[in-house]
Protein backbone atom coordinates (compact mmCIF):
# COMPACT_ATOMS: atom_id res chain seq x y z
CA UNK A 1 0.00 0.00 0.00
CA UNK A 2 1.30 3.86 -0.09
CA UNK A 3 2.84 4.83 2.71
CA UNK A 4 5.35 8.06 3.57
CA UNK A 5 8.40 8.07 5.25
CA UNK A 6 9.99 11.04 6.86
CA UNK A 7 13.42 11.62 8.62
CA UNK A 8 13.13 11.51 12.61
CA UNK A 9 13.64 14.29 14.38
CA UNK A 10 13.69 16.55 16.53
CA UNK A 11 15.85 18.44 14.15
CA UNK A 12 17.33 21.74 16.36
CA UNK A 13 19.19 24.20 13.94
CA UNK A 14 20.07 27.48 14.91
CA UNK A 15 18.81 31.16 13.29
CA UNK A 16 19.81 31.53 9.60
CA UNK A 17 20.64 27.70 9.19
CA UNK A 18 19.73 25.83 6.16
CA UNK A 19 17.42 22.96 6.53
CA UNK A 20 16.33 19.89 5.12
CA UNK A 21 13.71 17.30 6.17
CA UNK A 22 14.00 14.11 4.53
CA UNK A 23 10.56 12.42 2.83
CA UNK A 24 10.36 9.46 0.58
CA UNK A 25 7.20 7.84 -0.18
CA UNK A 26 5.54 4.52 -1.68
CA UNK A 27 2.73 4.62 -3.92
CA UNK A 28 0.71 3.31 -7.13
CA UNK A 29 0.55 5.43 -9.97
CA UNK A 30 1.02 9.24 -9.83
CA UNK A 31 -0.05 10.59 -6.02
CA UNK A 32 0.39 14.32 -5.43
CA UNK A 33 3.42 15.50 -2.79
CA UNK A 34 2.00 17.65 0.10
CA UNK A 35 4.28 19.17 3.08
CA UNK A 36 1.78 20.21 6.06
CA UNK A 37 3.00 22.08 9.19
CA UNK A 38 1.91 22.13 12.47
CA UNK A 39 2.80 25.24 14.60
CA UNK A 40 2.66 25.25 18.29
CA UNK A 41 -1.24 25.23 19.61
CA UNK A 42 -2.81 25.68 15.67
CA UNK A 43 -4.38 23.35 13.48
CA UNK A 44 -2.26 21.54 10.64
CA UNK A 45 -1.38 23.68 7.76
CA UNK A 46 -1.05 23.41 4.38
CA UNK A 47 2.75 24.44 3.16
CA UNK A 48 3.18 23.45 -0.16
CA UNK A 49 2.10 20.67 -3.09
CA UNK A 50 3.23 19.26 -6.73
CA UNK A 51 1.16 17.44 -8.05
CA UNK A 52 3.54 15.86 -10.56
CA UNK A 53 7.17 14.65 -11.65
CA UNK A 54 9.96 17.44 -11.10
CA UNK A 55 7.18 20.23 -10.07
CA UNK A 56 8.58 22.33 -7.26
CA UNK A 57 6.30 23.70 -4.85
CA UNK A 58 7.48 26.66 -2.67
CA UNK A 59 6.14 28.86 -0.55
CA UNK A 60 7.50 31.01 3.20
CA UNK A 61 10.86 29.97 1.63
CA UNK A 62 10.33 26.48 2.29
CA UNK A 63 10.56 24.26 -1.28
CA UNK A 64 10.21 20.58 -2.18
CA UNK A 65 10.99 18.98 -5.55
CA UNK A 66 8.90 15.78 -6.73
CA UNK A 67 11.83 13.72 -7.48
CA UNK A 68 9.87 10.42 -8.77
CA UNK A 69 13.18 8.78 -9.86
CA UNK A 70 13.97 8.83 -6.43
CA UNK A 71 10.42 8.96 -4.92
CA UNK A 72 11.30 11.18 -2.68
CA UNK A 73 10.47 15.20 -1.53
CA UNK A 74 12.49 16.68 0.08
CA UNK A 75 11.86 19.63 2.65
CA UNK A 76 14.78 22.57 2.54
CA UNK A 77 14.81 26.02 3.26
CA UNK A 78 17.98 28.29 2.87
CA UNK A 79 17.64 30.27 6.26
CA UNK A 80 15.78 29.79 9.28
CA UNK A 81 13.97 31.51 11.65
CA UNK A 82 12.40 30.79 15.24
CA UNK A 83 9.25 31.53 13.97
CA UNK A 84 9.54 28.28 11.87
CA UNK A 85 9.89 25.87 14.63
CA UNK A 86 6.89 23.26 14.40
CA UNK A 87 5.94 20.05 13.30
CA UNK A 88 6.30 19.26 9.69
CA UNK A 89 4.79 16.15 8.02
CA UNK A 90 4.98 15.23 4.40
CA UNK A 91 1.93 13.55 2.84
CA UNK A 92 0.86 11.84 -0.23
CA UNK A 93 -2.97 12.03 -1.87
CA UNK A 94 -3.55 9.37 -5.03
CA UNK A 95 -7.09 8.59 -5.93
CA UNK A 96 -9.84 10.75 -6.11
CA UNK A 97 -11.10 12.05 -3.09
CA UNK A 98 -8.45 13.56 -1.68
CA UNK A 99 -7.40 11.45 0.94
CA UNK A 100 -4.05 12.29 2.37
CA UNK A 101 -1.39 9.62 3.90
CA UNK A 102 0.97 11.01 5.92
CA UNK A 103 4.81 10.67 7.52
CA UNK A 104 5.07 10.72 10.87
CA UNK A 105 6.23 14.05 11.53
CA UNK A 106 8.97 15.77 12.32
CA UNK A 107 9.58 18.24 14.88
CA UNK A 108 11.92 21.42 13.89
CA UNK A 109 13.22 23.84 17.06
CA UNK A 110 15.06 26.53 15.66
CA UNK A 111 17.43 28.21 18.59
CA UNK A 112 18.02 32.06 17.92
CA UNK B 1 -16.86 30.40 10.56
CA UNK B 2 -14.16 31.06 8.73
CA UNK B 3 -12.76 27.38 9.31
CA UNK B 4 -12.73 24.33 10.77
CA UNK B 5 -14.21 23.97 14.01
CA UNK B 6 -13.90 21.38 16.17
CA UNK B 7 -15.70 20.59 20.24
CA UNK B 8 -14.45 19.65 22.54
CA UNK B 9 -11.56 20.76 21.80
CA UNK B 10 -10.18 18.50 25.42
CA UNK B 11 -12.81 15.45 26.43
CA UNK B 12 -11.49 13.29 29.41
CA UNK B 13 -13.41 9.58 29.72
CA UNK B 14 -13.53 7.01 32.23
CA UNK B 15 -12.92 3.85 29.97
CA UNK B 16 -16.27 2.07 29.04
CA UNK B 17 -17.67 5.67 28.48
CA UNK B 18 -19.01 6.67 25.36
CA UNK B 19 -18.26 10.50 23.58
CA UNK B 20 -19.42 12.05 20.50
CA UNK B 21 -17.24 14.50 19.04
CA UNK B 22 -18.26 17.48 16.63
CA UNK B 23 -16.59 19.12 13.72
CA UNK B 24 -17.89 21.99 11.79
CA UNK B 25 -16.50 22.24 8.70
CA UNK B 26 -15.88 25.29 6.16
CA UNK B 27 -19.37 26.53 5.22
CA UNK B 28 -19.90 24.89 1.27
CA UNK B 29 -17.38 22.20 1.66
CA UNK B 30 -18.02 19.06 0.02
CA UNK B 31 -15.64 16.54 1.31
CA UNK B 32 -14.73 16.07 5.20
CA UNK B 33 -12.39 13.80 6.44
CA UNK B 34 -11.87 12.47 10.19
CA UNK B 35 -7.84 11.07 11.14
CA UNK B 36 -6.93 10.09 14.49
CA UNK B 37 -3.50 11.53 15.33
CA UNK B 38 -1.57 9.63 18.46
CA UNK B 39 1.25 11.75 20.30
CA UNK B 40 4.13 11.96 18.18
CA UNK B 41 2.84 10.25 15.34
CA UNK B 42 1.27 11.65 12.22
CA UNK B 43 -2.36 11.63 11.39
CA UNK B 44 -4.38 8.43 10.79
CA UNK B 45 -7.38 8.03 8.34
CA UNK B 46 -9.96 7.14 9.66
CA UNK B 47 -13.21 7.66 7.18
CA UNK B 48 -14.50 10.45 4.52
CA UNK B 49 -17.72 12.00 3.55
CA UNK B 50 -19.15 13.28 0.24
CA UNK B 51 -21.82 15.67 1.43
CA UNK B 52 -23.69 12.92 3.23
CA UNK B 53 -22.64 9.80 1.63
CA UNK B 54 -20.07 7.66 3.72
CA UNK B 55 -17.94 6.64 0.94
CA UNK B 56 -14.76 5.51 2.64
CA UNK B 57 -14.54 4.29 6.43
CA UNK B 58 -11.72 1.55 6.07
CA UNK B 59 -9.75 3.23 8.63
CA UNK B 60 -12.40 3.26 11.33
CA UNK B 61 -10.34 0.89 13.70
CA UNK B 62 -13.68 -1.08 15.63
CA UNK B 63 -16.72 -1.06 15.14
CA UNK B 64 -16.98 1.19 18.60
CA UNK B 65 -16.00 3.89 15.96
CA UNK B 66 -19.13 5.60 14.08
CA UNK B 67 -19.27 8.19 12.40
CA UNK B 68 -22.15 10.32 10.23
CA UNK B 69 -23.17 13.30 8.34
CA UNK B 70 -27.08 13.27 8.02
CA UNK B 71 -26.91 16.71 6.35
CA UNK B 72 -24.23 16.95 4.43
CA UNK B 73 -22.39 19.83 7.13
CA UNK B 74 -22.10 19.15 10.80
CA UNK B 75 -20.16 15.61 11.53
CA UNK B 76 -19.94 13.53 14.42
CA UNK B 77 -17.66 10.89 15.24
CA UNK B 78 -18.68 8.75 17.86
CA UNK B 79 -16.82 5.67 20.37
CA UNK B 80 -18.60 3.93 21.99
CA UNK B 81 -16.84 1.59 25.01
CA UNK B 82 -13.61 3.80 25.07
CA UNK B 83 -10.20 1.81 25.94
CA UNK B 84 -7.20 3.77 26.79
CA UNK B 85 -5.69 2.61 23.42
CA UNK B 86 -8.45 5.23 21.81
CA UNK B 87 -6.58 8.25 23.59
CA UNK B 88 -5.74 10.67 20.77
CA UNK B 89 -6.04 14.03 19.00
CA UNK B 90 -9.30 13.62 16.18
CA UNK B 91 -8.60 16.07 14.18
CA UNK B 92 -11.44 17.08 11.29
CA UNK B 93 -10.60 18.37 7.60
CA UNK B 94 -12.89 19.41 4.99
CA UNK B 95 -12.15 20.36 1.36
CA UNK B 96 -14.52 22.09 -1.08
CA UNK B 97 -13.66 19.48 -3.67
CA UNK B 98 -15.16 16.17 -4.30
CA UNK B 99 -14.30 12.65 -6.66
CA UNK B 100 -14.49 13.89 -9.73
CA UNK B 101 -14.59 17.64 -8.57
CA UNK B 102 -10.23 18.08 -9.10
CA UNK B 103 -10.13 16.74 -5.48
CA UNK B 104 -6.24 16.90 -4.55
CA UNK B 105 -5.58 16.29 -0.94
CA UNK B 106 -5.61 20.31 -0.12
CA UNK B 107 -7.35 19.63 3.05
CA UNK B 108 -8.54 22.33 5.76
CA UNK B 109 -8.01 20.97 8.97
CA UNK B 110 -9.41 21.80 12.34
CA UNK B 111 -7.69 22.27 15.58
CA UNK B 112 -8.51 19.28 16.65
CA UNK B 113 -10.40 17.32 19.71
CA UNK B 114 -7.88 15.85 22.66
CA UNK B 115 -9.14 12.48 24.10
CA UNK B 116 -7.50 11.25 26.86
CA UNK B 117 -9.38 7.76 28.98
CA UNK B 118 -8.67 6.94 31.96
Known amino acids: GNSVTQMEGPVTLSEEAFLTINCTYTATGYPSLFWYVQYPGEGLQLLLKATKADDKGSNKGFEATYRKETTSFHLEKGSVQVSDSAVYFCALSSGNTGKLIFGQGTTLQVKP | GAGVSQSPRYKVAKRGQDVALRCDPISGHVSLFWYQQALGQGPEFLTY????????KSGLPSDRFFAERPEGSVSTLKIQRTQQEDSAVYLC????????????????FGEGSRLTVL
Open chain 2, 93 to 108: ASSPLGPGQGATGELF
Open chain 2, 49 to 56: FQNEAQLD
